[in-house]
């Protein structure tokens, strides 16, 4: 089986990298998405529509950008992986799950017990739970793989 | 115009009694709704089922019992108000929002200014964001009463 | 808030009763629907219609005029409960479990602890697992008077 | 034409192999997919996730990464083919063709005639009801290939 | 049980009238709804926007405003009656039949067994195949009435 | 027949007060529904929600204020009668039935002929083209009156 | 622009392969497909699964035989041509216009001058009504081919 | 990333060339899709299916064989690109806007700031407002390319 993996959330630790180093090792069939992760870049993804004096619109903008690669990608997978992280707000990751259930995209959450209660809404949707980079590589190397 | 709102988010503070009562003040033609809002309720909605030694699975079972008023009361509104407070990382509420942007269900934000940016995505799907219930009560007024 | 419940499978046991009586006595604001339960009338749903040796198509014949009745029960509930009893196959309750999880209609098994295993991927995409009518009556008056 | 077709149902005689291998040699452009048919392997799907103690959240676990898979499966066919054997309850055979039902995918059901009334729901909503490995090749030859 | 039923096609025998007037008899709780039966009313359905010189364009101008009926009570109707007379080509009526088909919307065909080979790929689709206006009044009261 | 019909489009004639009068004169069952036509409150529509000293971001505001509206009424309308002046662009009026035009919600122009060629595409997709308020009146008539 | 064209109606005169030919002939980017052509072929696709004695049922097991192709076809299919001879009742290929309006699939009816009144709703719904296959090549290499 | 851009709208200056250029120069993976850019063979895209006296349905027909392809090129899309320019009415181009806003495709309009307030509802439902070729062409390889 051959899966689209969109990876939703936290970008400052290197989870994505485990995950799609780790899945290449094992040639696995899968291809990875992604929003941009380049924070900076990020925030100025609709600079270049024109300067804003006001905070808002400039997120807002940049916002709006980003949401054409990050809709396609998540319309385009076949299961995503959202990783909360123990910092940071994160609302778009859970933005990510919600419109992830809504669609009927199947997801796996990626984080740590102490997050488990304030997830519970999030994990409760989500078809797995992992704890870590490499539980989200034996999964898929199990969809992938397993007879 | 008849409305059917679904208020989301933050229950440390009286936002959705002001909206309620404000439009009932006003006399306007809406109906609302909303997860349970009692906290110790809510954590316990599936204790009734059987209970657990592991708190993963005691939240799981609520959030999936909790999940079929929320997944109602969104698919059958025709608006959302979705309010962030300053506390708490309030992912269901913007899990909710994910789950109005990919259904099309139009939603306003509520939120202090100091959350714009960690908000931004959430922001960028919206119809509108709000800073009080009263804008928000304004804007229910204009949309089912104006000429 | 207001429920359309459909109730599906095992029909040799009171279990319906009990759920009706159950929310009635409490005064819930819920709307009950079935497939027909009366099983000579079920089997002989296509009598009518012309006589058949074969009796496949005597089946396959009383089938898609019940079908009418099952999908537009589905299609029109708010929620689902699954009864899966200890005798027979009772191959269209999963069935319509299936039919649920596709449409996103969320369900509500309830089985002995005994058909777990053989239920696991049924009750997989189920809100919530219970034993007991009395059970289901909890969750049913939760969702639909706590505040 | 050029087939998917999803084999879904009873994992203990070689059914899989004999349309898969027969369509082979027919050179029929067909591509199968499957369930991971595994058994040990499939209730273990899970665990690399956690342990359990309570049986119910092993299978669990388990049955929602199987969903993965399952799902993507059924989305992605052109074609099911749903079998039932004479044992066990193969209640996610039922409930792969409710989903199938629901979604509009045709499928196909293989079983014996004893099963017949057994499965009256399930084959009402099928496009053919197959007894054997031989006659689900002969229709997917002359789906794919006749002029 | 409550139904919302179209009735398509033939306008030259009394069948609508029989099935509307037994079904009032028995109390039974349908709605019916149908396109116009006035036959030249409905050829004239859009004269007012114009005369036309050429037939062709008198013709789509009152098929289109015609459609807006009909595509109104197929997309609201629970369920179809499509009947099929011995005379004229009655296309329309085979083409509601696919429109229902493609919608998931359930009909029955009333045609005599003269016309069953002609009408396989319509019967083939059909929830039920009735021979009298007598045999789709007893359907409509068992799927409304049958306990 | 009961309809809901949306009115979109022109602000600078009353050609909705003679369509909603004529229908109420003729005592049909008809719901209309409209965007705010009071120029300058729709343009104000965001006003409340904060100043903005960039006009672009006044309009956006309003405009996705009086969105919600308008979604609302065109996802629950029947019916929309689309009004194209001699004046202004009325690019919203074209926005309305492409929207229409992808849900399949049917609709009807109304304009002259002077703008027949610049409205091709618009009026290709459009159930009927109207020149006056009397020959909407006239089909609203047919459509939920004519036997 | 690439196209998947699928071919319906009437199969006693040779329609099918002069569209073919003459796309081939234009080197259009165009791949066709069709129901099964054969007419005994057709009749007898079901008849692998088992004898019937009663004409309804052997026509209905290879109706629904072949409905899994007409339905893969259609569903896969950017444009339809649908052909009525003069001949026979050829309700399928009104139905399968039906089908195509339901779904959104564009169609083109190719059929005489003198089936114009009876076919007025299915021409009512169709983008081009063509009296010739020179005619539908021609549609077909402009819209693949012009800049 | 990939992507699928559909270009629609004025066809008076050579912003269609700009953009394709300019993507093609950067070595961008994007595939561009557009309506009949020939002003007079859009025109005359009917002609060929018979002579109209009346220039309406001269229109009509022409306008109809466009909508095949306009309606492939929108549903095929990742990402439309709509121009609106100082002359003409162009609301073909506001009536494509529409139908991506309803399907969820994303679109960037792209117009002079004189052009603001009229095309306010086209531009609340946009992901950006650009005034040039180079800013759709920055943003293009902002979401195939950036990390």
């Given amino acids: 089986m051959k899966l689209k993996v969109y990876l939703s959330g936290e ?4 989870w994505r990298t485990q995950i799609i180093e780790g899945c290449k090792n094992l040639g696995l069939d899968i291809t990875f998405s992604s929003a941009v ?9 609709g ?4 300067e804003e004096s ?25 299961l995503a992986i959202i990783r909360f992280g123990e910092k940071y707000k994160q609302w778009n990751a859970a933005f990510d799950a919600g419109y992830c259930a809504a669609l009927g995209k199947p997801y796996i959450t990626l984080h740590d017990e102490s997050l488990v209660h ?10 797995a739970w ?8 034996d999964i898929l190397k199990y969809l992938t793989t397993q007879a």
């Fill in 54 to 78: 006001n905070s808002f619109w400039r997120d807002h903008k940049s916002a709006k950008v980003n949401a054409v690669r990050i809709k396609y990608s998540i319309e385009n997978c076949d």
């Fill in 11 to 14: 970008i400052h630790s290197n």
């Fill in 37 to 45: 992760t380049d924070h900076d870049a990020s925030d100025a993804a």
């Fill in 118 to 127: 304030a997830l519970k809404e999030v994990d409760g949707s989500a078809q």
């Fill in 130 to 137: 992992a704890q870590s980079p490499t539980q989200v590589i």
């Fill in 47 to 50: 600079d270049g529509l024109g």
